[in-house]
């Protein structure tokens, strides 16, 4: 109570916490400039509420991390094949297409290759080996893939495989999509009906209430 009318006493903007004031002229101008400082002539301790790093939830320009959107999917996947085939769900969708062109065998090559690379036990390798020869390769191959060089392949080097064996082939059935089949997904009604669902759902409802009568006008 004491501390508290002192502070009262001293006038707005001069009030002191009880550490800082004192009776006594000399302690109290030696405490003085230590508290102007750190500004106003309050004592401050660390703040408790804030937790460490939390400046960082912002940009720099102050706006929210979390208020960035990412690029729609339809965008990513027309920027490369590269992004396509990143994306489960563009996979999901291309495989769909190639389905329809009776070429899925394509994709699922070079989506067990990139597997296979991936593999570090030495007896999973050759199971895989074994496995991607038997079905895209041989052959007597199940869903065989048009390669050159795939003849000289024989069930001997998969005895001792590694993790490139299959890299020259999955490199030409790479080529084969770039330029024939994903440009042709590119203009399919499966990819244009995606792109089209993801803009109606960025649209906020009253553009596309607006959208749609706009559209009943003009065809009555």
């Not at 960082?56 to 920027?79: C, E, M």
């Not at 396509?84 to 090559?109: A, H, I, Q, T």
């Not at 050159?148 to 080097?157: D, F, T, V």
Request: hydrophobic share 30%; aromatic share 8%.
């Amino acid at each position: 109570m004491v501390a508290l009318s002192h502070a009262r006493a001293g006038g707005p903007g001069q009030g002191h916490c009880g550490r800082c004031h004192s009776d006594d002229p000399e302690v109290t101008s030696a405490r003085r400039p230590r508290a102007s400082a750190l500004g106003g002539g309050q004592c401050r301790r660390p703040s408790l509420t804030s937790p460490p790093g939390s400046a960082d939830i912002h940009d720099s320009d102050g706006s929210s991390g979390s208020g960035h959107q990412n690029p729609r999917s339809t965008a990513k996947w027309a920027a490369s094949l590269e992004n396509l085939l990143e994306d489960p769900e563009g996979v999901k969708r291309f495989r769909e297409f190639l389905k329809k062109e009776f070429s899925e065998e394509n994709v699922l090559f070079w989506l067990a290759c990139e597997d296979f690379k991936k593999t570090q036990d030495k007896k999973q390798m050759q199971e895989k080996a074994k496995d991607i020869y038997m079905t895209f390769l041989s052959s007597k191959a199940s869903s065989q893939v048009n390669v050159e060089g795939q003849s000289r392949l024989s069930e001997k080097i998969l005895e001792e495989p590694h993790p490139l064996m299959f890299q020259k082939l999955q490199d030409q059935i790479f080529n084969l999509m770039k330029y024939d089949s994903y440009s042709r997904f590119l203009k399919s009604d499966l990819f244009l009906k995606h792109k089209r669902t993801e803009e109606e759902e960025e649209e906020p409802p009253d553009a596309q209430t607006a959208a749609k009568r706009a559209s009943r006008i003009y065809n009555t």
